[in-house]
């Protein structure tokens, strides 16, 4: 399953479009062991509650459950342990900057291969209130409509 850019998507969080309304994405590399990484490629990965932080000058993937491998044996991680992001020092303080200043929060998007490399999209977003949310599957249900009906106007 190729995408667009060479970027093959191993996982993706679709809970954090429906919660959050997404203002800056940025790409960071992950630092991961061998059998995290032969894990990922089996697309043993789960980003649902996942969240980043920054602490100190440096930027930590939280919650992120990557399963065992099943022939990693005594090599195997913590699969819900906390792993670093690789940003540019100015990307890390534009984020910190943003978050501290706006109330915003900080949330992997997806994980993807980038030219053999693991990467992981992060955005920086803001919690979506109720009202946003019903808005959001309003929209959807009328564009689903109106596509159907469209569909059944080319096929009469």
């Given at each position: 399953m190729k995408a667009k850019g060479?970027?093959?998507?191993?996982s993706t969080n679709r809970k954090a479009f429906h919660d959050y309304f997404i203002h800056e994405t940025y790409e960071a590399g992950i630092v991961l062991t061998g059998t995290e990484v032969k894990s990922i490629r089996q697309g043993?990965?789960?980003?649902?509650?996942?969240?980043?932080?920054i602490q100190g000058s440096e930027i930590w993937l939280w919650n992120?459950?990557?399963?065992?491998?099943e022939q990693g044996n005594?090599?195997?991680?913590?699969p819900l342990r906390t792993r670093k992001l690789l940003l540019?020092?100015?990307e890390i303080n534009k984020i910190h900057s943003l978050v501290q200043t706006k109330g915003y929060t900080i949330i992997?998007?997806?994980?993807?291969?980038?030219h053999g490399n693991i990467k992981c999209e992060i955005a920086v977003a803001s919690g979506k209130k109720l009202y946003d949310k019903?808005?959001?599957?309003?929209?959807?249900d009328s564009r689903r409509d109106v596509n159907r009906r469209l569909k059944e106007q080319q096929f009469d």
């Open positions: 060479n970027r093959a998507p191993i043993r990965v789960n980003l649902r509650d996942s969240f980043v932080r992120t459950h990557i399963s065992p491998y005594r090599f195997n991680q913590d540019h020092r100015k992997p998007l997806k994980l993807y291969f980038k019903r808005r959001d599957i309003a929209e959807r």
